[in-house]
Structure formats: structure tokens, C-alpha cells
T-cell receptor, first 112, second 105 residues
């Protein structure tokens, strides 16, 4: 069966510090991978998606970036965090576009 | 842009009542799916309805799809306190703001 792991689960970072959130998927190959952000009590905002290694599409211009160094690894990064980067970050995967999206448990980021 | 827009934003009902949530989407879809999110957790897939289907049932869930109106509805019958969560629809890879359902015991 397929599983998705993301870490860390919670993170408190000062403004201006770097960020690295990691996500790995097991039990499948060549998945579509996604990063979403959710502000408290709000909907999901698609940040990045990837249909293959090294292929990253950005939905919203901001100080975040994503990379896919391996087929089942997706990394969300920032060189300098802003207060507005605080939120709940969710990694997800799917077997191609339009299919069911499976989510990780999320990472809570608080920028102070 | 958001693909799914759920309505209402919040819904509060008593246990045993039915809950209906609506979703509108903008572009053509092959499938439309509904998800549930408990507070502070990832989303969990509930049900998928294909573009050539009009209605689908799964346990206490009933989903309808009207592709001419680009809309869908999710009905939860005989609601329980454990159904308290946020519910989202998804057409492609984008989600709306969701409907926050509160079921009071």
C-alpha cells in the first residue's frame, strides 16, 4: 500500500530564517506531488505541483520554492521566512491529474 | 484560482439531521471528489463521482453532480457528532475554502 510521510510535524522559526519541509511517498512510482498551505480556518491554497523529477510548477509567486530531487521526494524551502508564511502545510500525491489526492498529516509552521 | 467553491461556509445542525453542502467549479472535469478534514489533520478522501455520473451513494453519503451547472452537492444523512469536520470538493488539483460542519449532540 502507499504511504506518505512529511516532516517535521511542527516548527517554530524566527523571521528571516530558512525553511525546509520534506515529504516522501512510498509504494508507488512517478506520482504527481503537491504542496498546499492552509491558513487557520481557511481553505487550501495550492503552492506547487510536480509531475516528474525536476519538474516544478508554481501557483503563487512568493518567497517559497519547491524541489523534487527524487521520484518520490518533494521538498518545500525558503531562504528567508516571513510572518505571513505561518500556516499549515500539506504535502499530497496522486496517480496523475484528476485522480484522488492523498494527503500527509501536515506540518504546522509558526514564524515568530 | 480556486477550482471548487463550497457553500455554505459553515453549517451547524443537531445530531440525526441531514447536512447538505454544495460545490461549484469553474473548468471541465473528469471526476469530482469530496474530502473531509478534521481540525489540524490532513484531508481524507470520501467519495468520487465521474463526469458521466449524476448521483452516487456510499453509506450515509450521497453525492450529486450537474455538469451543465458545474455544481455538486454532498448530503450526509442521519448526522453524528463525529461528522463534525470541514468538507472540501476538488475538481482538478485545487480546492475551495470548504464547509465547516458542526454536528451538536
Amino acid at each position: 500500500s502507499q504511504t506518505i510521510h512529511q516532516w517535521p510535524a511542527t516548527l517554530v522559526q524566527p523571521v528571516g530564517s530558512p525553511l525546509s519541509l520534506e515529504c516522501t511517498v512510498e509504494g508507488t512510482s512517478n506520482p504527481n506531488l503537491y504542496w498546499y498551505r492552509q491558513a487557520a480556518g481557511r481553505g487550501l491554497q495550492l503552492l506547487f505541483y510536480s509531475v516528474g523529477i525536476g519538474q516544478i510548477s508554481s501557483e503563487v509567486p512568493q518567497n517559497l520554492s519547491a524541489s523534487r530531487p527524487q521520484d518520490r521526494q518533494f521538498i518545500l524551502s525558503s531562504k528567508k521566512l516571513l510572518l505571513s508564511d505561518s500556516g499549515f502545510y500539506l504535502c499530497a500525491w496522486a496517480r496523475g491529474s484528476g485522480n484522488t489526492i492523498y494527503f500527509g498529516e501536515g506540518s504546522w509552521l509558526t514564524v515568530v | 484560482s480556486q477550482q471548487g467553491e463550497e457553500d455554505p461556509q459553515a453549517l451547524s445542525i443537531q445530531e440525526g439531521e441531514n447536512a447538505t453542502m454544495n460545490c461549484s467549479y469553474k473548468t471541465s472535469i473528469n471526476n469530482l471528489q469530496w474530502y473531509r478534514q478534521n481540525s489540524g489533520r490532513g484531508l481524507v478522501h470520501l467519495i468520487l463521482i465521474r463526469s458521466n455520473e449524476r448521483e452516487k451513494h456510499s453509506g450515509r453519503l450521497r453525492v450529486t453532480l450537474d455538469t451543465s451547472k458545474k455544481s455538486s452537492s454532498l448530503l450526509i444523512t442521519a448526522s453524528r457528532a463525529a461528522d463534525t469536520a470541514s468538507y472540501f470538493c476538488q475538481g482538478d488539483m485545487r480546492f475551495g475554502a470548504g464547509t465547516r460542519l458542526t454536528v451538536k449532540p
